[in-house]
């Protein structure tokens, strides 16, 4: 199986800063990449799929970046709303795995 | 657009059999998707468990695939999960999700928490 490293595992911010989360894959992914925003007690949801599209309803202060093994997830400027935990995921080769996830805490 | 909800058991004795399904609406269970289902122990996180396409295809996680089946229903367009020989470590809210593009999920139930215990 592909291991997916997320860094830093949390991370505290304010709002209105940038932040970036990292993704590292345990081998070369291609662009296979997507990215989930959880807030507590509720369902994942799609961010950022193959590593750059942005899902519909996104905002656009959301962007992601990367190829082969590594891989950022940037917001160019935290909302209230975006304090949540971020998984990444590789679709590259079953079966699927995900990051160990990155809190975003104020 | 599509909506999916879980529907299943909150609690299930060791050793035996966890049955969920996923039911879908605002969309066809015969559209060429993947149909996935996505478990997270508690304070842990996602984990992969297995899909399913059109047609019967599945592919399932190693870790579990002695122990899982997937398959649809197509009569009341939803698909379903199978799991036995249950363990304390199968505790987990456990997601129905469908693709986007690429691999990704687009579209997820809002999770069901099963836990394992006598």
């Known amino acids: 199986d592909i291991q997916m490293t997320q860094s830093p595992s949390s991370l505290s911010a304010s709002v209105g800063d940038r932040v970036t989360i990292t993704c590292r894959a345990s081998q070369a992914i291609s662009n296979y990449l997507n990215w989930y925003q959880q807030r507590p007690g509720e369902a994942p949801q799609l961010l950022i799929y193959a590593s750059f599209n942005l899902y519909s309803g996104v905002p656009s202060r959301f962007s992601g970046s990367g190829s082969g093994t590594d891989f950022t997830l940037t917001i160019s400027s935290l909302q209230p709303e975006d304090f949540a935990t971020y998984h990444c995921q590789q679709s590259y080769s079953k079966p699927y795995t995900f990051g160990q996830g990155t809190k975003v805490e104020i | 657009q599509v909506q999916l909800q879980e529907s299943g058991p909150g609690l299930v004795k060791p050793s035996g059999t966890l049955s969920l399904t996923c039911i879908v609406s605002s969309g066809s269970i015969s559209s060429r998707n993947w149909w996935t289902w996505v478990r997270q122990a508690p304070g842990k996180g996602l984990e992969w468990i297995g899909e399913i396409y059109d047609g019967g295809i599945t592919n399932y996680n190693p870790s579990l695939k002695s122990r899982l089946t997937i398959s649809f229903d197509k009569s009341k367009n939803e698909f379903s999960l199978k799991l036995k020989s249950l363990t304390a470590a199968d505790t987990a809210v456990y997601y129905c999700?469908?693709?986007?593009?690429?691999?990704?999920?687009?579209?997820w139930g809002q999770g069901t928490l099963v836990t394992v215990s006598s």
């Open positions: 999700a469908r693709d986007h593009s690429s691999g990704s999920s687009g579209y």
